[in-house]
């Protein structure tokens, strides 16, 4: 017998046995209606109808249907009662709930039913891996798997009998508070599965690796898969195989010649990655440069994206990326009248770039459906301290792409040599100082006279060595005239864009939907995400889009086209 049938006939005994006491339906909810409290709902960004939402758990397809997984609160706007919310696709952009795939309802998940992935066993059959939390607080690894394979729409979970499979004691001295997020698995050439549980011991940040032969019964191995001094806890691990030679994804378990492989820990509320190399037989990651290690290197997102997760989308051999967005109110009540909080980040197409060096990052290409009555300018010149309305464009619901060139960068300011943190630098020099080269970029989400915007623009400066260095910013300090004005986050975003402009346009994209903006800076080589709330000043109707030059050297556009965006049916 497999290993994937002994999963499935011990699940299948205790139903005999115990029935479905453990498995509850909930009634799919309609869409919030549009009210002046829901003014910063988005259009076409994946939210519940209500409540709270955060981490995304094991996005995968499975009989030709997208299922998308997350951390809910049924039953309030706050952070509390997690169970895994539930909803479907055939597009990854309109999405229909289903119940919640799983619920508390044993003693080790009573506290809740918290992050972990999905995995296709043998033949395809998928599998939760998850964190409950007992009694005493303690987190263990549990698995559960669909009550039906023929239903492809998976609507109905169990629950393994064996759980907890893993759960912290004496004998393996595991810090039962910080033990949780267990990976995708992936199949070894021995024939064994390995995943990962992100772990802290001592501020070490760690990915704990595990062993099985049937899924059931997991082996720590003697040696974590990766960790870190000093980084911190590692949650909602992620480990990948990335193509070397094409922009394809790879199934998980993939191995060999032209693979590399990514490691990415969510710490410190951001998403961090560092690619290296995975050796099978010593079950180790090493990376190919220590100095992007996690915490040291890139991130997915240089703004508001933590807690990600990716998959295999095997129909289109893409992996693809999703993100959880927070909200960026700090007075808790607001999001009990609104009634939800969170959302998720457009799902994104990663792959390795060409250098080796680092993934880049683009929204998924079904998400260009939604786009209606293009607004095209061909060159164009933006001459020193002007702005310029971008009209005929749903601006609160809207994607841009474009591309920038200056033909000369005689004027761009010195990079000063303590300047060592981009946000820092973006957050010195936002959109309102004055610059050499730049900035020049977007105001977006902007109000007729100005006073509120959201600004996404470029900077360029001059290295020491004849080089050039390229700052992308996202300026959140004039977003929201709203008081206090200390109930908002307004953190100025910042990210140095490895482009040569003396050889490349500055190619810039951005997504904006009534709340979040999402930018891609060269070709997803940067990307910056952010949460913003207007007053009615720049809301819907009200709501402009501007392209600005604050510089003192005039920049092409060398192309724009904008559209306005569809709503997706997000029921």
């Not at 990948?240 to 993939?254: A, H, K, M, R, Y």
């Not at 880049?360 to 002007?386: A, F, H």
């Not at 009534?514 to 009200?542: M, Q, W």
């Amino acid at each position: 017998m497999g290993y994937a049938s002994s999963v499935w006939l011990g699940v299948l005994v205790f139903i005999s046995i115990h029935g479905y006491g453990n498995i509850r339906l909930f009634e799919a909810s309609s869409r919030v209606i549009q009210t002046p409290d829901q003014i910063y709902r988005t259009g076409y960004h994946f939210q519940p109808a209500k409540y709270w939402m955060n981490d995304p758990n094991g996005p995968m397809i499975y009989m030709g249907i997208y299922h998308f997984f997350y951390q809910y609160n049924p039953y309030d706007a706050q952070a509390g009662n997690i169970v895994w919310g539930h909803s479907t696709s055939t597009d990854l952009v309109n999405w229909t709930p289903q119940p919640p795939a799983l619920l508390r309802s044993e003693p080790y998940d009573f506290k809740g039913c918290f992050s972990g992935s999905t995995t296709l066993l043998s033949g395809g059959k998928p599998a939760i891996l998850y964190t409950g939390v007992d009694f005493s607080d303690n987190q263990v690894q549990n698995l559960a798997v669909p009550k039906n394979l023929a239903d492809p729409y998976l609507t109905e979970w169990v629950k393994s009998p064996y759980n907890p499979l893993i759960a912290p004691n004496s004998v393996n001295k595991i810090d039962g508070q910080n033990f949780r997020d267990p990976t995708t698995a992936w199949l070894n050439p021995d024939g064994n599965w390995r995943m990962v549980v992100g772990n802290q011991q001592n501020g070490n940040g760690i990915g704990l690796l595990y062993r099985s032969k049937n899924f059931i019964d997991w082996i720590q191995a003697e040696k974590p898969l990766h960790f870190m001094n000093n980084s911190g806890m590692w949650e909602c691990p992620d480990f990948f195989p990335v193509s070397t030679i094409s922009q394809n994804g790879l199934e998980t378990s993939t191995m060999g010649p032209n693979v590399k492989h990514v490691f990415k820990a969510s710490k410190a509320s951001t998403d961090y990655y560092t690619i290296g190399t995975y050796n099978p037989n010593k079950d180790i990651f090493i990376p190919d440069n220590e100095s992007l290690d996690i915490g040291l290197g890139f991130r997915y997102d240089y703004g508001k994206f933590y807690a990600s997760k990716s998959f295999f989308d095997s129909s289109t051999s893409r992996r693809i990326l999703f993100g959880w967005i927070n909200e960026s109110v700090n007075n808790l009540e607001t999001n009990s009248i609104r009634g939800w909080a969170g959302l998720q980040g457009i799902p994104r197409r990663i792959w390795l770039h060409k250098s080796g060096n680092q993934l880049l990052q683009w929204p998924i290409v079904e998400i260009e459906k939604l786009r209606m009555n293009p607004v095209i300018e061909d060159t164009t010149v933006l001459m020193p301290g002007s702005v310029r309305e971008i009209s005929g464009v749903n601006a609160a619901q809207a994607d841009i792409e474009m591309s920038f060139s200056a033909k000369t960068l005689e004027k761009a300011e010195k990079w000063e040599a303590n300047w060592t943190n981009p946000q820092q630098v973006c957050s010195i020099k936002g959109a309102s100082v004055k610059g050499g080269l730049g900035p020049f970029g977007l105001l977006v989400l902007a109000s007729k006279d100005m006073q509120e915007y959201t600004a996404i623009f470029f900077r360029i400066f001059k290295g020491d060595n004849n080089n050039f260095i390229v700052l992308m910013c996202s300026d959140q300090t004039r977003s929201s005239l709203h008081l206090p004005s200390s109930d908002y986050d307004k953190t100025t975003y910042g990210a140095l864009l490895n482009v040569d402009p003396l050889q490349e346009k500055l190619l810039l994209r951005t997504l904006i939907d009534h709340s979040i903006v999402e930018s891609f800076g060269g070709e997803g080589k940067a990307c910056i995400t952010a949460r913003v709330y207007p007053t009615n000043l720049a809301v819907d109707g009200a709501t402009h889009m501007y392209v600005f030059n604050n510089g003192s050297q005039s920049v092409d556009i060398s192309k724009l086209t904008a559209w306005s965006m569809k709503t997706a049916q997000i029921n």
